[in-house]
């Protein structure tokens, strides 16, 4: 069997102090943080999509990325050696997980029943190779916004046609996802959205949205997929408004079609800043509604509009991001799918090791300083405190809805007419003490 990276080895944590830059300087896999191994805190994953398929063409020029394993066709015979590069890759890093759309594994066809075939010829070598590795699917997805059939859209298309063809699509991807084991399934609504709404009948888009996902609800049971179903946030592009635009815009959109019983949130860092939030605005609005399912890893250009899918390297960004993954008590199912991309310039296989151990350890030293944060208490105590109000007396009443706006209006009458005195925020003395741990 060729080897398709001879000059890297396994990747090994030697410790902050190794100058060796293809080694974990922080991610020591089996590391006890809060009485769990790091890898099951972190659930890393590789993108398939970023890391075997996109040769870093932008508007302006070529790809430029170097495949050794690839020959440039869109044959079976080189999706199946891609899969065996990927698989060395995912073995060396010492990833657990991997993405992947339908689409990037297997080639399509002139027809949905032979592409359907070719799938099914990658999906049986992509299972030889998780036995072989032990690595395992995350999720899965299917590709519903690269192929012109879907440029109004997939379940959002005026086109009724291609509704049915994406549920075929995606009857398939879920069949697949099952059949190699997948964690989770993913929703993201590649083109589920609209360019002009001179042409766009919004309230029928949304029906037919909700009634896909009601679909692939039924199908899953029907097949006993067992899997997590995400939908996953992002606010435009390609389409100028997509309808899944943000954490909030998707929690209202499940409340509103009974699905969110079915489906959490993949929530991704570069998609949330696009939607003018912070990542952990869009984390903290998941958690605080019991959504949170997994996480898209990467990074965007604050200077730059659009999503550039960079490695995730930001402390602050990855300190927080534990903090409020292990609030809500770590991932389940889901995981930290690293959804970015080597810069144009980064051409050499070797530079997806790079990328990929800057990310890693930078999120392992977000653990590990998040749990120091928790450990000392100092934020839990602030905010006890901070909220004290509502744990006794009329705050308590509030909160157990015992009293209305007549029993208020007594109440502050009888206090002599106005509120207790407030308390400072100490934001500034709160971003202080971070700056303690982040170091
Ligand atoms: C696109 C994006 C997708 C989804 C999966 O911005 O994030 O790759 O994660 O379809
Ligand atoms: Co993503």
């Known amino acids: 069997m060729s080897e398709w990276f001879p000059e890297v080895s396994k990747i090994e944590y030697e410790g902050p102090d190794s100058q060796n830059p293809l080694s974990f300087k922080h991610y020591n896999p089996s590391e006890q943080i809060e009485g769990k191994a790091m890898r099951d805190h972190l659930r890393f994953s590789v993108a398939y999509w970023h890391s075997f398929r996109n040769g870093g063409a932008d508007q302006f020029g070529v790809a430029t990325r170097r495949f050794p394993w690839d020959d440039g066709s869109a044959g079976l015979q080189n999706a199946i050696t891609r899969v065996r590069a990927a698989f060395e890759f995912f073995e060396k890093l010492g990833v657990d997980y991997y993405c ?12 949905l029943t032979e592409t359907n075939k070719n799938l099914d ?57 099952h059949e190699l084991d997948g964690e989770g399934y993913t929703f993201w609504g590649g083109r589920e959205g609209y ?48 309808y899944d635009s943000d954490a909030a815009a998707c929690f209202a959109f499940l409340q509103k079609y009974e699905l969110v019983d079915h489906l959490k949130l993949n929530i991704e860092a570069n998609h949330a800043t696009l939607a003018g939030h912070t990542f952990i605005h869009e984390l903290e609005f998941a958690v605080a509604n019991d959504i949170l399912g997994s996480v898209d890893a990467n990074r965007g250009d604050l200077l730059l509009g659009w999503d550039t899918d960079q490695f995730p390297t930001d402390l602050y960004d990855t300190t927080y991001a534990m903090l409020s993954i292990m609030k809500a008590g770590g991932f389940v199912t889901g995981g930290l799918n690293f959804d970015a991309h080597v810069a144009r310039e980064s051409f050499e296989p070797i530079d997806l090791f790079h990328a990929h151990i800057g990310g890693m350890d930078a999120f392992a030293r977000g653990l590990k300083i998040a749990a120091a944060i928790r450990k000392d208490g ?15 007396g009329i705050g ?8 209305g706006f007549e029993e208020l209006e007594r109440y502050i009458i009888g206090k002599g007419g106005e509120a207790a005195p407030n308390e400072s925020g100490r934001v500034e003395m709160l971003e202080n003490y971070i700056n303690e741990y982040v170091r």
């Open 100 to 111: 992947f759309h339908d689409r990037d594994v297997a080639p399509e066809a002139d027809s």
């Open 121 to 177: 010829a990658v999906v049986k070598v992509l299972k030889e190779e998780q036995q072989r590795t032990g690595v395992k699917l995350l999720w899965g997805t299917a590709c519903l916004f690269a192929h012109p059939r879907y440029m109004h859209g997939a379940a959002t298309s005026c086109n009724a046609d291609v509704f049915a063809f994406a549920a075929a699509q995606v009857k398939k991807a879920i069949e697949v996802t």
């Open 195 to 242: 360019k002009s709404l001179l042409n766009t009948d919004m309230r029928r888009e949304l029906d037919h949205l909700g009634a896909f996902l009601h679909m692939a609800v039924d199908y899953k049971k029907k097949v006993g997929f067992g899997g997590q179903f995400y939908i996953e946030p992002k606010p435009m592009e390609p389409t100028k408004h997509q």
């Open 378 to 392: 100092i934020f839990d105590g602030f905010l006890k405190s901070r909220y004290a109000s509502w744990d006794g």
């Open 396 to 403: 308590a009443k509030i909160e157990a809805g015992s009293v």
